[in-house]
């Protein structure tokens, strides 16, 4: 790792109305190192980075590379210089292919005309690079599941002559083999001489892949250029003021109630023929690789897609395929994996989007605006939900802010059976802490839960007993109070696939 420092952030501030949201950044990035970048959801993570990228023009400071200052507030420059961004919230257009997205706004040409042979062809060889060949560069983008997506946008990023590149929470829609191969390209990107700047909430991954850390919080540098074996006390006290002694609440245990029951349920390539029992007072998890089919047996749980075979009950009685409202109103709820697009209207108040599923509680002809922020205040609060203003539009909230609305709404409409897709992803550990009390008390009140998680450490922390997906199927049923990582892991790959592992683990 070089010494020489590829980017300098000196005194960076950043002001909008009313709020401050960087107060005196410092860090330095030098090249060929992985610097990894932590703080809890506000602390001016995503300020900072698009501050760097030209995305946002700083207030006061300065930003060097290479020793000379990077345009502010233009981003083409940014890059030009040889900064790269991949942001949390892909930045890909749908309706694009593989290869127009990779190469969207510098495109090969032939004279006045794009090289479309010549793009699929370096797209193809990108994607070769990343240890994701296999996607083509003729798809379009909105037909990718999200992990292939993710490979799409590090690819238009590496696409350039890159010397800094900023990845945003880049492994959290993918499972254990693909966050290895990004690993891999990380490592050769650093031996080229290339900076990263690594943001993650994920402690563990910040010691197999970081060289150094930095912490803000509340705006600020709390810590700058820690080594990376820094102790896991010591980051999270660095992060929220406070050690979180205790991650995981008590782990809670079901009744012989049976509130929801799947029997074999199917929709071909993803679900094939799933049954499963949730009881009254249980944690359920359901784990497995990406592509497992977990998020599909969901959506088909809660009636976004109509199954080719098998039945839906709650309480005893079946739910008529593929209809939302009847599953919503036999009290399931969903929380899905993208809360932004599929949980929330981003620019409704809170207000309303926690009354969304209950509208005709507050007036049929004439809807009670004072009770409906009333009973949506209330029940923000009992989430602990920072900011609980009614009034204030959901878009402004942290991710972990805008997991608890989303709870909110069905917990106004007192649902039987939460089902939860990720409900963890993109969040601090503080607020991961608080995440799994709420899932647990709700448990404990007599509440139905059926988790999806990627995180095994998550599944093993929370859940009474977790089913392992693989291939559409559920292959095994574990008991969570003795559960490991490692034994999730084995049933969730092939033995064909990782004989090493199952060895290992057998």
């Known amino acids: 790792m070089s010494e020489a420092a590829v980017l300098e952030v000196r005194g960076l501030v950043k002001e909008y109305p009313g709020v401050r949201a960087l107060q005196g950044v410092d ?87 794009l090289d479309r042979e010549r793009m699929r062809r370096d797209a193809s060889a990108l994607l070769e690079r990343l240890g994701h060949g296999t996607i083509s560069p003729r798809v379009k983008v909105g037909a990718l599941r999200p992990a292939a997506q993710q490979i799409v946008s590090i690819a238009r990023a590496l696409s350039g002559d890159v010397r800094l590149l900023i990845m945003d929470e880049p492994s959290a829609i993918l499972d254990d083999g693909e966050i290895e191969t990004l690993f891999e390209v990380v490592r050769r990107l650093t031996a080229e001489g290339v900076g990263v700047i690594y943001i993650s909430h994920r402690l563990d991954e910040i010691r197999r892949i970081g060289d150094r850390v930095t912490v803000l919080a509340d705006g600020a540098t709390a810590a700058t250029g820690l080594p990376a074996t820094t102790p896991t006390d010591d980051l999270v006290a660095l992060m929220v003021g406070r050690r979180v002694e205790q991650l995981y609440p008590e782990r809670p245990v079901g009744t012989d109630t049976v509130v929801l029951e799947v029997r074999g349920a199917r929709r071909l390539p993803a679900v094939r023929g ?84 209950d509208l005709p509680r507050f007036g049929r002809a004439l809807l009670d605006v004072g009770e409906e922020r009333s009973e949506a205040r209330a029940q923000l609060r009992r989430l602990n939900t920072v900011p609980d203003d009614v009034d204030r539009i959901a878009r402004l909230l942290s991710g972990g802010n805008q997991q608890k609305v989303v709870l909110a709404r069905w917990l106004l409409r007192r649902c039987r059976v939460l089902l ?72 969730a790959v092939a033995p064909t696939d990782a004989p090493d592992l199952a060895e290992e683990v057998a």
Not at 314 to 320: E, N, P, Q, S, W
């Open 274 to 357: 799933v049954s499963l029992k949730v009881h009254a007072g249980e944690v359920l998890g359901l784990g497995g690789l990406v592509g497992s089919g977990r998020t599909e047996l969901l959506r088909l749980i809660y009636g976004l897609d109509v199954p080719e075979e098998g039945e839906v009950l709650v309480d005893g009685k079946a739910l008529k395929p593929g209809s939302p409202r009847r599953a919503i109103e036999a009290g399931l709820g969903l929380a899905p994996e993208d809360r932004k697009s599929e949980g929330l209207v981003l620019d409704w108040s809170l207000a309303k989007n926690v009354s969304l599923a």
């Open 420 to 491: 939860l897709d990720e409900p963890t992803r993109g969040v601090d550990v503080a607020t991961k802490a608080e995440l799994y009390r709420l899932i647990c008390d709700l448990a404990k009140e007599g509440l139905g839960v059926l988790v999806v998680s990627s995180e095994l450490e998550e599944l093993v922390g929370i859940c009474s007993r977790v089913l392992v997906m693989r291939e559409g199927e559920v292959v095994a049923e574990v008991d969570g109070a003795t559960a490991t990582e490692r034994e999730l892991l084995r049933h």
């Open 27 to 113: 860090l330095d990035v030098r090249a060929a190192e992985v610097h990894c970048l932590l703080g809890p959801n506000g602390a001016g993570k995503s300020t900072l980075i698009k501050c760097v990228s030209g995305a946002v023009e700083p207030t006061a400071g300065e930003i060097l590379f290479d020793g000379e200052p990077l345009p502010a507030g233009d981003p083409a420059g940014s890059l030009k210089r040889g900064v790269a961004t991949i942001y949390q919230e892909l930045d890909l257009v749908e309706d694009l292919t593989v290869a127009e997205s990779i190469f969207l706004g510098h495109e090969p040409r032939r004279g006045p005309l």
